[in-house]
T-cell receptor
């Protein structure tokens, strides 16, 4: 299995631009999680999906952030407009049994907003 | 707000020594506990899970859980330079749906 695949690996964008991060979970995993990691705040849960349905988006920081999962093999996290404080590493993770079986993380997207 | 606390370190140990990493959590009803390892510039990877009080051993790793004290630890025996990484403690959230992570402890093993 190729694991959880995220793209792009790195993204540098100007403040105010729209940014779209992509994730392909492991086939057969029904749970998908988006996390953000910074030195100051560590790993923060943004949103998670079960069977393509958003279950908890209480971690999404602002309306500028949105996430979708149109099918079982693809999810996007969009930031519009982006701000410098959004700079972080964004991880997607998937799981077959929620958190019980542990997560498999993707390689992450390092976002820099200048 | 549920919290998971870890000493940021760095924790420095010589090769072959035992490294002890500690974590405390605030929600007394937490049920599931995990340790993840994260190398610099890489993504976290699961190394241990523990659900019951006591010890759980897996190779050189031992996870210890004390729910009364709200304390979970990870012991690494015969530490190797390749163990140098940041170790993240994770606990299930109040809804029991996802994991909350501590900020991690950086371990440095010198040869």
């Amino acid at each position: 299995d190729a694991g959880v695949i995220q793209s792009p690996r790195h993204e540098v964008t100007e403040m105010g631009q729209e940014v779209t991060l992509r994730c392909k979970p492991i086939s057969g995993h029904d749970y998908l999680f988006w996390y953000r990691q910074t030195m100051m705040r560590g790993l923060e849960l943004l949103i998670y999906f079960n069977n393509n349905v958003p279950i908890d988006d209480s971690g999404m920081p602002e309306d500028r952030f949105s996430a979708k999962m149109p099918n079982a093999s693809f999810s996007t996290l969009k930031i519009q407009p982006s701000e410098p404080r959004d700079s972080a590493v964004y991880f997607c993770a998937s799981s077959s049994r929620g958190y019980w079986s542990g997560y498999t993380f993707g390689s992450g997207t390092r976002l820099t907003v200048v | 707000q549920k919290e998971v606390e870890q000493n940021s370190g760095p924790l420095s140990v010589p090769e072959g020594a035992i490294a002890s990493l500690n974590c405390t959590y605030s929600d007394r009803v937490s049920q599931s506990f995990f340790w993840y390892r994260q190398y610099s510039g890489k993504s976290p990877e699961l190394i241990m899970s523990i659900y019951s009080n006591g010890d759980k051993e897996d190779g050189r790793f031992t996870a210890q859980l004390n729910k009364a004290s709200q304390y979970v630890s990870l012991l690494i025996r015969d530490s190797q330079p390749s163990d140098s990484a940041t170790y993240l403690c994770a606990v299930n959230n109040q809804a029991g749906t996802a994991l909350i992570f501590g900020k991690g402890t950086t371990l440095s093993v010198s040869s």
